[in-house]
């Protein structure tokens, strides 16, 4: 099993980033993907979820309006699209995949919002 995310980096306030979790090793389109933050001497946060299927999804109250998640099942991928990012957001992302007890975890991306 293996998350893989990319597409983090530095951007400067007011920009955008598109994060993508590739995953493999599992069946993708039956299980609840996440993204997941942590700044530092933070705890980590839900930021976006999306159901196996892609009609719902949750977003913390920060990123409403800024943040979309979405994912393609021929892709096995997920993705955040994060725009008008602010300083606040910096922190390392996580992807996470859930399906009852299973639960499978990225190695994590960094985002760092300055100018």
């Known amino acids: 099993v293996q998350l893989v995310e990319s597409g983090g980096g530095l951007v400067q306030p007011g920009g955008s980033l598109r994060l993508s979790c590739a995953a493999s090793g599992f069946t993708f389109s039956r299980y609840r993907m996440s993204w997941y933050r942590q700044a530092p001497g933070k705890e980590r946060e839900l930021v976006a979820s999306i159901s196996s299927a892609g009609r719902s999804t949750t977003y913390a109250e920060s990123v409403k309006g800024r943040f979309t998640i979405s994912r393609d099942s021929a892709k096995n991928t997920a993705y955040l699209q994060m725009n008008s990012l602010k300083p606040e957001d910096t922190a390392v992302y996580y992807c996470?995949?859930?399906?009852?007890?299973?639960?499978?975890w990225g190695q994590g991306t960094q985002v760092t919002v300055s100018s």
């Open positions: 996470n995949a859930v399906l009852g007890l299973n639960t499978f």
